[in-house]
């Protein structure tokens, strides 16, 4: 079996960083991602990221991935498995069960970090099994990584960010937009993305729904309508529409499986995206050992998931006695500041306030 | 709506685009900024990107940008810098008639100097014809391409997109 100091799942944002870190103190890091490629959601972000202008601010996702797993790439302390699924993990023994290209190997490591990000939430409606009907990730997947086209008229389904988003990429890929609808009252996302695709002429919905999807063999269109104080659909407000793509950003959930899998404790925080482990401020769980960083401790934005992985990757180097306890304590402090400060604004409320709420029910846990 | 018509619409008040419109004394002396960022976000690169100093330094990295516009010359960089797309540079200064508006375009392929083009609102509504003044391309992929506008001169503060005249076969320019 093959052993390491840190394994960590997940070569997204925050796996990256938190190996990058960790290896700057020595550690011996195993980076295993199911992907070919170093980056994770990163590598079909081909917007400008916000953000801190000395720390990426204004820089593509892409160019962020492509920088990120250069130095991944030029670490001799970091070994990254591409192509490789995690596909469980056994508590008793500490061991990941991975299927590599080769075929299944055992992993056993000091430390493991659990950076496996989201997944995308289906929204129930008539239709919604129908070709046609996808993910918003999908469709950024298959337009920026693949250049194929998923159509050449689509519904948007949700407002936020990446709603909004992919919606600016569509029309960059030479699909028409046919219209954004939002449930809630007011969008999501940052007003900055909404103003960008409403001088595209794309019409923006707020209180609106899908009603249905339907046609044959695949999407032949849509129908919207307006949503009463219920959530109920109003007869009457119906739309209409020619589309044959439906693309769903109704939001994100955490993936963690493995975390369930570990024992680890978990809580329902719907402002976080669904379940989430509990987790302290080194980002670690109530199991010893086991960390967490990224969209999976709670969905946010990649820069927050790059922090996090820093954090993360300073404590797990702390916790194997690899950083001197001054240098760790200013340099945490410095990483929660951080943290605390990209979630200050009124778009970061909710997601304090669930943290929050997550730190209280940490306090009352013992590690098992 | 908390937020008002900007978080329901996309389109920002008209009382929101006043704030960030200098005094007429300023407009009639040459080139100027206008930043159409309204909500706090986690942001900061425009300050950092203009070298005159005319966009203030941020207390916290969810301040809303304030400008200077004694110290904005006009010269255009914070608008290709600014990863919200939310920053434009209006002269009305151009010639009697016309007035140029340099807006971050991220389509391809990109517009070529002395091109027709159809211009467009914060709703992405035609208001006029206009012509392409001079494109400045960014370095890929990194860059922003900045396409500075000749539109007439009453439209400065209403155009914010362009969409080129042969997409739709027709002239308005
Ligand atoms: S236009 Fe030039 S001078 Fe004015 S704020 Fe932008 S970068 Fe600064
Ligand atoms: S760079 Fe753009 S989006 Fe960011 S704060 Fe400045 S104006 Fe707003």
Known sequence: ?368 | MKGGILLTTGVPSKEQVESRTPPKSRRERGPFVVIECFQEIPCDPCHYSCKFGAIKQFESINDIPEVDWSKCTGCGVCVAACPGLAIFVVDETFSDTECLIAIPYEFAPLPGKGDAVRLLDRAGQEVGGGFVHRVLPGKKPQGTPVVWLRAPKELSMTVRNLEPVEKGGVSHG
């Open chain 1, 1 to 368: 079996m093959k052993t390491t100091e840190l394994a960590i799942v997940g070569a997204g944002p925050a796996g990256v960083c938190a190996a990058l870190e960790a290896a700057s103190y020595g550690v011996k890091v195993t980076l295993i991602d199911r992907d070919d490629e170093i980056g994770g959601q990163l590598v079909k972000q081909t917007h400008k990221f916000f953000g801190w202008h000395e720390k990426s601010a204004g820089t593509r996702g892409i160019v962020i991935s492509r920088n990120l797993a250069g130095s991944v790439e030029e670490n001799a302390s970091i070994c990254f498995m591409g192509s490789t699924e995690a596909l469980g993990y056994y508590k008793d023994d500490g061991v990941l069960l991975l299927e590599t290209p080769q075929g299944i190997e055992k992993l056993k490591s000091g430390r493991l970090l659990i950076a496996t990000g989201a997944c995308e939430k289906m929204i129930l409606f008539p239709g919604n099994d129908l070709p046609g009907v996808y993910g918003a990730g999908a469709v950024q997947t298959l337009m920026n990584v693949h250049g194929v086209k998923p159509g050449d008229s689509v519904l948007m389904i949700g407002s936020g960010n990446i709603g909004l988003i992919v919606s600016y990429q569509l029309v960059q890929a030479g699909v028409k937009l046919a219209a954004l609808v939002e449930a809630l009252p007011g969008i999501g996302g940052y007003a900055v993305h909404a103003s960008k695709i409403r001088r595209l002429g794309i019409p923006i919905f707020t209180g609106y729904s899908i009603k249905e999807a339907y046609g044959t063999d695949c999407v032949e269109g849509a129908i919207i309508w307006q949503l009463d104080d219920n959530w109920q659909g109003i007869a009457g407000t119906e739309k209409d529409l020619n589309v044959d793509v439906v693309c769903l950003a109704t939001g994100l959930t955490p993936l963690c499986e493995f975390l369930w899998q570990a024992g680890a404790g978990m809580a329902y925080v719907p402002a976080l995206g669904g379940f989430v482990p509990l987790y302290d401020e080194n980002m670690k769980t109530t199991v010893d050992g086991i960390y967490v960083a990224g969209d999976v401790a709670g969905i946010e934005e990649a820069s927050t998931a790059m922090a996090e992985g820093r954090l993360a990757g300073l404590a797990i180097a702390n916790s194997l006695g690899k950083v001197s306890a001054g240098e760790f304590l200013e340099k945490r402090r410095v990483s929660l500041e951080e943290l605390e400060q990209l979630r200050a604004g009124p778009t970061g409320k909710a997601i304090v306030e669930g943290l929050a709420g997550l730190r209280g029910q940490m306090g009352k846990r013992v590690s098992v």
